[in-house]
T-cell receptor
Framework: SAVISQKPSRDICQRGTSLTIQCQVD?????MFWYRQQPGQSLTLIAT?????????ESGFVIDKFPISRPNLTFSTLTVSNMSPEDSSIYLC?????????FGPGTRLTVL | ELKVEQNPLFLSMQEGKNYTIYCNYS?????LYWYRQDPGKSLESLFV?????AVKQEGRLMASLDTKARLSTLHITAAVHDLSATYFC????????????FGGGTRLMVKP
């Protein structure tokens, strides 16, 4: 199994600012992903974090708003840019091998 | 576009009772995952179902997959209060063990 950690665990930010969330996996994983979970809702995939290349974004999510890096097989960052209150959510990273996906504890973001 | 629908979305049941949560999905896939989420927590992997007819059991929970019907079930036997949580099914549309499309979640409350 893989253990995934995220920093920060929570933050309160002002409108118009940006926040970078870090995701660290304790072992090499083939795939890493970023999800958003709005209050009381299910999870929505934001993007696939590709090692050494640009992330692959899902419909409704763009690189300018959610830039993602993945410099190696165990680390990725997600930036939420120019935040608005609508960005208040839990952001989760996940990683895994072929048959299993593990999730980090999530970053709870509140935008005022 | 892949759609994953769970029902019921909310379930209140008495301890000792049995019940089934259903997960229907709209595209061909042989991989289905069940997760549990406690309030304020991340997702805990419960079951990974990788083929038609797969059945897995852990304690009072049993999950099955019928890929022809595009249906998975999560059966709860003799529910106990500790099972109170939100349960998500998730489908891997690429059968590649990577990005997941989640159902809306079933919030389960087991009353003493």
């Amino acid at each position: 199994s893989a253990v995934i950690s995220q920093k920060p665990s929570r933050d309160i930010c002002q409108r118009g600012t940006s926040l970078t969330i870090q995701c660290q996996v304790d072992s090499q994983v083939t795939m890493m992903f970023w999800y958003r979970q709005q209050p009381g809702q299910s999870l929505t995939l934001i993007a696939t974090a590709n090692q050494g290349s640009e992330a692959t974004y899902e419909s409704g999510f763009v690189i300018d708003k959610f830039p993602i890096s993945r410099p190696n097989l165990t680390f990725s960052t997600l930036t939420v840019s120019n935040m608005s209150p609508e960005d208040s959510s839990i952001y989760l990273c996940s990683g895994g091998q072929t048959d299993t996906q593990y999730f980090g504890p999530g970053t709870r973001l509140t935008v005022l | 576009e892949l759609k994953v629908e769970q029902n019921p979305l909310f379930l209140s049941m008495q301890e000792g009772k049995n019940y089934t949560i259903y997960c229907n999905y709209s595209t061909t896939s042989d991989r289905l995952y069940w997760y549990r989420q406690d309030p304020g927590k991340s997702l805990e992997s419960l079951f990974v179902l990788l083929s038609n007819g797969a059945v897995k059991q852990e304690g009072r929970l049993m999950a099955s997959l019928d890929t022809k019907a595009r249906l998975s079930t999560l059966h709860i036997t003799a529910a106990v209060h500790d099972l109170s949580a939100t349960y998500f099914c998730a489908v891997d549309p690429n059968n590649a063990g990577n990005m997941l499309t989640f159902g809306g979640g079933t919030r389960l409350m087991v009353k003493p």
